[in-house]
Structure formats: structure tokens, C-alpha cells
């Protein structure tokens, strides 16, 4: 376990009758730790052969050095050694905590995680795609679904997998007595791999914003599937020689950004964290992490700047990981709900890219009572609006549509009464289908006007949608509800109230016979 390699013969050891400066190596077996532990010169680094977890090379030394001394005073070369021998600790990851564990957990463990909760995460894609596809979120859209209710649908409906999956994930480690989870508290573990699973979910919430084919979530799953193992397993290779990118102050700003909005980096950074203490040897002043190494284990690290000069820089600590985590989530459902009104074509009217700063946005009716009020005489735009209002009817002046080159509605103009039946007939190529989209809100007019109820077709399209009924071509309807749970979902977005739904529900399931009787 402990040699001594003296650099001289015994020949050299003395010049006349004056002793030389002695030097040797001590040479220690450090089981379980990736430290090269030697002893130069004895003497000089005696502190540094007390940095030993053993112990025994510390009296190996102690008694060389005292063999030493008595020889430079002439007192002979021997030395009485007292050393207590015991059982030398095991190999950790090889013989306590075997071989697959040491290599799966300690080694590969954020590999084999971020590839796990990747593949669930693709489920999320998977699932707003084919939702997409099924033309649901347009059809849904025109019926009065508000934005932000849909993204928070899907934010809040993947919270509690991923809470029971990362509790179960935790507490099956506890029970399988796998070392990175027994020497860690709980909450730790649980809180890194829920939030890991939110931010993946978060992220490819955000890719399904604007991805609607299924082919293409093949393409795109694989491609930040790729980024993410090969980003962590060349921070892994690079991290295992020293030169890992440091997340902090002086990271440089693409590797702070890659590595901010990088769910898997912040996960890997705390498991790694956390593995490293866990697969100490026994004999290990520390190894058992808690909470607290959240807050108070950050490392010094130095750089050279453009002028060579040394830069004594610190990274974040451990605990920013999860903080980071959490706002990754808000960061990529916001974006979602962002891109998945600005790039809709086809799926209900598009916004533009500044459309949060607009103040009809957040508050349709108030706008539209102040564009109401701003009629001035002559204005045949204004007139035709405050008729529709009045008249509770629908209004069209020279309304026209085109896309690129092509002009599909041209200069159309109608008007509709209340309580009247229209059929619009046409041969195909003429519009038909182009002026009830454009009606309904997921065409807008490339120009002329329409008012519905005195609502502009252009400006107040939520507002349209909460009070316009539209019976699609394509079926509206989930697999997975029944009928009397349909109803209940539309009786929401027509904001019917919440004392009347059921009454409401069962006259309608009457009327068209669908009752339990």
C-alpha cells in the first residue's frame, strides 16, 4: 500500500564526514481517488504527506524522516516505527458499491439520464404535433380558445408525471440502496430530476409551437437529442480532464448562454456534484451531501485573459443549478405561447411578432369601445361597422384575400340580417371556402373590412370566436372524452356560467338523444 524510493545509493549518502541532503519518493496507494500521492524530499513536504485519508503514509514518512535525521547527526540510520495495521478500505465503485453501479451511476449516470428524460420528453412534441395534425388546435382556436389557456393546458398537464415519476425515480434509488441516492438527502435528488423533467417538457412544448407535422418531430427529436448527449458527454470527457467549462462569471458569454438555456447541463452539474461526494471511500471525512452544499460549494478557478494576465474567477454555486432550472421552465412555455401565436398559418389567425406590447391583445372590449366611438361622418368604414352593431348583423364591404401573387377573395361585399340563412354557392376557385375562414378569423383580409355583431373580423378576433358557433368539415372531437365531457370543455369557451353548464348539458344530450336513459 505505502513505498519509499530513495533517489541516491546508500554509497552517495555521505561526502567525507558531512551527510548530504537526502531525497526520496513516498509512493502511495490512494484507492478510489484520481490523486497521485508522492512525497519529494522528505522533509521539505511533510505537510503534504499529512494530506494522506489513510494515515498509514503519514507514519511510513514520520519514521524515514526520523531515520533520516539520526543519520545527519551521526546517531545511526534507524528509527522506531509504531504503526497500527487493520484492514486497508476497499476500492470504492469496485467492491463496495460493485462494478455496474460505480460505472453506470458515478461514471455514465447523467448520460443515461439526460437519454431517458429525453425520450419521455419526445412524447410531449409527439403529442401537440399530432394534436396539430388533427387540425384540433386550429378548429379550437375558432371556437374561442384563449392562447394562454391552451400552452397552460399543456405546461400543467405534464407537473404531476413529472413529480411522481422524479419522487418514484428518488425513492426507488433509497430502496435499491444506490449510493448517489442513499448519500443524499431527498430532496436534492427529487428536486433536481422534477425540474430536469419540466425543463425538458417546457422545451419541446415550445419546439411543438411551431412544428405540425409528424414527420418533421422525427427530425427534430433526433436533432436535440443528438445535442444534448454529445453536449454532455464532451463536458463530461472534458470536465473529467480539469478542463471543463466553468459555469460562472467568467464562462464567456456563448458557453453562459448554451449553457443557461441547457436543461441537461444544470441536471448533470448537480448529479456530478452529488456523485462525487457519494462515491468517497467510507473513511471520508465527507460523503454525504446535503442541502447545504446547494449554497456553499463553489470552487475558485483561474483564466487567462486576452492579455495574459491571470484572472482569479469563482463559479456559481451548485444551488443556482436549480434556480436556473425553474426559470428555464417559464422561459420555454413562455416562448411557446409566443411562437405558437405568431407562426399559426393555418391554424388560426396569426399575430404579429409584436403583438404582446399591443394593447388590444390584452384587452379586446376596451378597444373595441374606443374604435367604436371614433365614427365620423362619411366614413363608410365606420358606418357599415355601427350597422352591424345596430343591426346585429353581418357586414362585408369590398373584402378581399390574397396569398403571394394570388388574389382568392376579391372586392367581396354582403350583408347578412339577423335571424336570416345564407348559402353561398360557387364553383371551386371561387372563394367560398377563403370568405368563411376569413369570417371566422383564421384568414385576416388583405383589405377591405367585415364586421360581425359590429365586431371587426380584423381587430376583435377573440372576442368574434367567444360568440360565433362553427361547424368544421373536420371533426372536433377527442378519442378519449365522451360526449357529455365535450360539451363541458365548449360550455367553457363560450363562457357559459358555471351554474348552468349541467342543465344546459343534459338539454342539449336530450335533444339529440344521448342521454344515459
Same mark, same amino acid.
Given at each position: 500500500?505505502?513505498?519509499?524510493?530513495?533517489?541516491?545509493?546508500?554509497?552517495?549518502?555521505?561526502?567525507?564526514?558531512?551527510?548530504?541532503?537526502?531525497?526520496?519518493?513516498?509512493?502511495?496507494?490512494?484507492?478510489? @481517488?484520481?490523486?497521485?500521492?508522492?512525497?519529494?524530499?522528505?522533509?521539505?513536504?511533510?505537510?503534504?504527506?499529512?494530506?494522506?485519508?489513510?494515515?498509514?503514509?503519514?507514519?511510513?514518512?514520520?519514521?524515514?524522516?526520523?531515520?533520516?535525521?539520526?543519520?545527519?547527526?551521526?546517531?545511526?540510520?534507524?528509527?522506531?516505527?509504531?504503526?497500527?495495521?487493520?484492514?486497508?478500505?476497499?476500492?470504492?465503485?469496485?467492491?463496495?458499491?460493485?462494478?455496474?453501479?460505480?460505472?453506470?451511476? &458515478?461514471?455514465?449516470?447523467?448520460?443515461?439520464?439526460?437519454?431517458?428524460?429525453?425520450?419521455?420528453?419526445? =412524447?410531449?412534441?409527439?403529442?401537440?404535433?399530432?394534436?396539430?395534425?388533427?387540425?384540433?388546435?386550429?378548429?379550437?382556436?375558432?371556437?374561442?380558445?384563449?392562447?394562454?389557456?391552451?400552452?397552460?393546458?399543456?405546461?400543467?398537464?405534464?407537473?404531476?408525471?413529472?413529480?411522481?415519476?422524479?419522487?418514484?425515480?428518488?425513492?426507488?434509488?433509497?430502496?435499491?440502496?444506490?449510493?448517489?441516492?442513499?448519500?443524499?438527502?431527498?430532496?436534492?435528488?427529487?428536486?433536481?430530476?422534477?425540474?430536469?423533467?419540466?425543463?425538458?417538457?417546457?422545451?419541446?412544448?415550445?419546439?411543438?409551437?411551431?412544428?405540425?407535422?409528424?414527420?418533421?418531430?422525427?427530425?427534430?427529436?433526433?436533432?436535440? =437529442?443528438?445535442?444534448?448527449?454529445?453536449?454532455?458527454?464532451?463536458?463530461?470527457?472534458?470536465?473529467?480532464?480539469?478542463?471543463?467549462?466553468?459555469?460562472?462569471?467568467? #464562462?464567456?458569454?456563448?458557453?453562459?448562454?448554451?449553457?443557461?438555456?441547457?436543461?441537461?447541463?444544470?441536471?448533470?452539474?448537480?448529479?456530478?456534484?452529488?456523485?462525487?461526494?457519494?462515491?468517497?471511500?467510507?473513511?471520508?471525512?465527507?460523503?454525504?451531501?446535503?442541502?447545504?452544499?446547494?449554497? @456553499?460549494?463553489?470552487?475558485?478557478?483561474?483564466?487567462?485573459?486576452?492579455?495574459?494576465?491571470?484572472?482569479? =474567477?469563482?463559479?456559481?454555486?451548485?444551488?443556482?443549478?436549480?434556480?436556473?432550472?425553474?426559470?428555464?421552465?417559464?422561459?420555454?412555455?413562455?416562448? &411557446?405561447?409566443?411562437?405558437?401565436?405568431?407562426?399559426?398559418?393555418?391554424?388560426?389567425?396569426?399575430?404579429?411578432?409584436?403583438?404582446?406590447?399591443?394593447?388590444?391583445?390584452?384587452?379586446? #372590449?376596451?378597444?373595441? #369601445?374606443?374604435?367604436?366611438?371614433?365614427?365620423?361622418?362619411?366614413?363608410?368604414?365606420?358606418?357599415?361597422?355601427?350597422?352591424?352593431?345596430?343591426?346585429?348583423?353581418?357586414?362585408?364591404?369590398?373584402?378581399?384575400?390574397?396569398?403571394?401573387?394570388?388574389?382568392?377573395?376579391?372586392?367581396?361585399?354582403?350583408?347578412?340580417?339577423?335571424?336570416? =340563412?345564407?348559402?353561398?354557392?360557387?364553383?371551386?376557385?371561387?372563394?367560398?371556402?377563403?370568405?368563411?375562414?376569413?369570417?371566422?378569423?383564421?384568414?385576416?383580409?388583405?383589405?377591405?373590412?367585415?364586421?360581425?355583431?359590429?365586431?371587426?373580423?380584423?381587430?376583435?378576433? &377573440?372576442?368574434?370566436?367567444?360568440?360565433?358557433?362553427?361547424?368544421?368539415?373536420?371533426?372536433?372531437?377527442?378519442?378519449?372524452?365522451?360526449?357529455?365531457?365535450?360539451?363541458?370543455?365548449?360550455?367553457?369557451?363560450?363562457?357559459?356560467?358555471?351554474?348552468?353548464?349541467?342543465?344546459?348539458?343534459?338539454?342539449?344530450?336530450?335533444?339529440?338523444?344521448?342521454?344515459?336513459?
Amino acid at each position: 500500500g505505502t513505498g519509499v524510493i530513495f533517489k541516491a545509493s546508500p554509497s552517495d549518502w555521505a561526502v567525507g564526514d558531512r551527510p548530504v541532503e537526502l531525497a526520496y519518493e513516498l509512493w502511495v496507494n490512494a484507492t478510489g @481517488n484520481n490523486v497521485k500521492r508522492y512525497v519529494e524530499n522528505g522533509l521539505d513536504n511533510l505537510a503534504y504527506a499529512k494530506a494522506s485519508i489513510f494515515g498509514v503514509d503519514e507514519a511510513v514518512q514520520q519514521a524515514v524522516d526520523a531515520a533520516i535525521i539520526g543519520h545527519k547527526a551521526g546517531l545511526g540510520a534507524s528509527a522506531d516505527m509504531q504503526l497500527a495495521v487493520s484492514r486497508f478500505p476497499e476500492e470504492v465503485g469496485i467492491s463496495t458499491v460493485g462494478v455496474f453501479e460505480f460505472v453506470a451511476i &458515478a461514471m455514465f449516470g447523467e448520460m443515461f439520464m439526460t437519454l431517458g428524460c429525453s425520450l419521455a420528453a419526445i =412524447l410531449v412534441l409527439q403529442n401537440i404535433a399530432s394534436e396539430k395534425e388533427a387540425k384540433l388546435l386550429g378548429n379550437l382556436r375558432v371556437v374561442g380558445l384563449r392562447e394562454w389557456a391552451h400552452w397552460l393546458s399543456w405546461a400543467m398537464c405534464y407537473v404531476v408525471p413529472c413529480m411522481v415519476s422524479a419522487a418514484l425515480a428518488t425513492s426507488l434509488g433509497i430502496y435499491l440502496e444506490v449510493r448517489i441516492y442513499t448519500n443524499c438527502d431527498f430532496l436534492v435528488m427529487f428536486l433536481n430530476m422534477f425540474l430536469f423533467l419540466q425543463a425538458m417538457s417546457a422545451l419541446y412544448t415550445f419546439l411543438g409551437s411551431f412544428v405540425s407535422r409528424n414527420r418533421i418531430v422525427v427530425l427534430v427529436s433526433m436533432l436535440f =437529442l443528438f445535442l444534448s448527449m454529445f453536449s454532455t458527454l464532451i463536458l463530461k470527457i472534458l470536465d473529467g480532464g480539469g478542463q471543463g467549462y466553468k459555469y460562472g462569471e467568467g #464562462s464567456g458569454l456563448f458557453w453562459w448562454t448554451f449553457m443557461s438555456i441547457s436543461p441537461w447541463f444544470h441536471f448533470n452539474r448537480i448529479w456530478s456534484a452529488v456523485a462525487e461526494v457519494a462515491y468517497q471511500p467510507d473513511t471520508a471525512d465527507i460523503h454525504y451531501f446535503t442541502t447545504a452544499f446547494l449554497s @456553499n460549494s463553489t470552487s475558485e478557478y483561474t483564466e487567462l485573459d486576452e492579455r495574459g494576465q491571470v484572472l482569479e =474567477l469563482q463559479e456559481y454555486e451548485l444551488g443556482t443549478s436549480l434556480w436556473v432550472q425553474a426559470v428555464v421552465v417559464l422561459l420555454y412555455n413562455f416562448l &411557446a405561447w409566443w411562437t405558437g401565436q405568431v407562426f399559426s398559418a393555418g391554424d388560426g389567425s396569426s399575430q404579429p411578432a409584436y403583438f404582446c406590447f399591443m394593447p388590444r391583445y390584452w384587452f379586446p #372590449s376596451i378597444e373595441a #369601445s374606443k374604435r367604436a366611438k371614433t365614427v365620423v361622418q362619411d366614413d363608410t368604414i365606420g358606418a357599415e361597422k355601427a350597422q352591424s352593431a345596430a343591426d346585429q348583423s353581418v357586414r362585408c364591404y369590398k373584402l378581399s384575400k390574397a396569398f403571394a401573387e394570388e388574389t382568392a377573395l376579391k372586392e367581396f361585399s354582403m350583408s347578412v340580417e339577423r335571424d336570416a =340563412l345564407c348559402a353561398i354557392l360557387g364553383a371551386n376557385g371561387a372563394g367560398k371556402s377563403t370568405l368563411i375562414k376569413t369570417l371566422i378569423g383564421i384568414h385576416p383580409p388583405t383589405h377591405g373590412s367585415a364586421f360581425i355583431f359590429g365586431l371587426d373580423v380584423a381587430a376583435d378576433v &377573440a372576442d368574434l370566436q367567444r360568440i360565433m358557433g362553427v361547424c368544421s368539415q373536420d371533426d372536433l372531437l377527442w378519442l378519449e372524452l365522451t360526449a357529455r365531457e365535450h360539451l363541458r370543455i365548449y360550455a367553457r369557451l363560450k363562457a357559459i356560467p358555471t351554474g348552468k353548464i349541467e342543465k344546459e348539458i343534459d338539454r342539449v344530450l336530450e335533444d339529440v338523444s344521448l342521454t344515459d336513459d
